[in-house]
């Protein structure tokens, strides 16, 4: 489990084809994260732009990690090329303060970035919704983009905003973030769970 809270930007060095991978293109991704592996060991969690992935390998401060295809179809990680910026984060102790919410890394769908509008001191953002995720966010809820726990400022039809403050825009890739980029999106897993249990009549009403 995550918390959305990003450690660091990492840098892609590479996202190869796996060797002798499937014919529907598995990769391996090999990502530049100093204090993300100063710890970490071969299969350890660490998120990758809001991804889960699996650490297979770690050498001087980078480590690889397979992509499964299924991964590449369902998020933006197959836009990656080498000197991609990408927020990383390690998987929470459960003794660890939970700072965001709580984001499993498991993304349900990519988004595009619609606007940006400068602010005094932050910067609002519009983000295209899938439909099939919009019964899922709601105003002042939370949402995980790109592997950063925000808060949502309001719900359109087939878009939602958020607000980046100033430390948002420093410590994560979201300086950077320009009109027309794709973002990983992860809704909150509690209200799938709940939708889940209603339509199997699990819960009494």
Not at 24 to 33: I, K, M, P, S, T
Not at 51 to 66: K, M, N, S
Not at 69 to 95: F, H, I, K, Q, Y
């Amino acid at each position: 489990m995550f918390t959305g809270i990003v450690e660091e930007i990492g840098t892609v060095v590479a996202l190869d084809a796996a060797p002798g991978g499937a014919p529907d293109g598995d990769a391996v991704l090999r990502v530049r994260g100093p204090l993300v592996t100063s710890d970490a060991a071969c299969g350890d969690s660490i998120a990758v732009a809001g991804v889960c992935l699996t650490v297979t390998g770690i050498d001087e401060g980078a480590f690889t990690a397979d992509v499964m295809p299924e991964t590449l179809r369902r998020t933006a990680l197959g836009a990656l090329v080498a000197g991609s910026p990408v927020n990383l984060e390690r998987a929470v102790r459960a003794d660890g303060r939970l700072s965001g919410h709580i984001v499993q890394g498991h993304v349900d769908g990519v988004g595009q970035v619609l606007r940006r509008e400068p602010g005094p001191r932050w910067d609002d953002v519009d983000i295209a919704l899938p439909p099939e995720l919009a019964g899922y966010v709601v105003e002042k809820g939370s949402i995980a983009v790109s592997g950063v726990s925000l808060t949502v400022t309001h719900v359109g039809a087939d878009s939602f905003g958020v607000s980046l403050i100033p430390t948002t825009l420093v410590a994560t890739t979201f300086g950077t973030l320009a009109v027309g980029d794709l973002v990983n999106l992860e809704v909150d897993v509690i209200a799938k769970y709940v939708e889940r249990l209603l339509a199997t009549g699990r819960v009494v009403r």
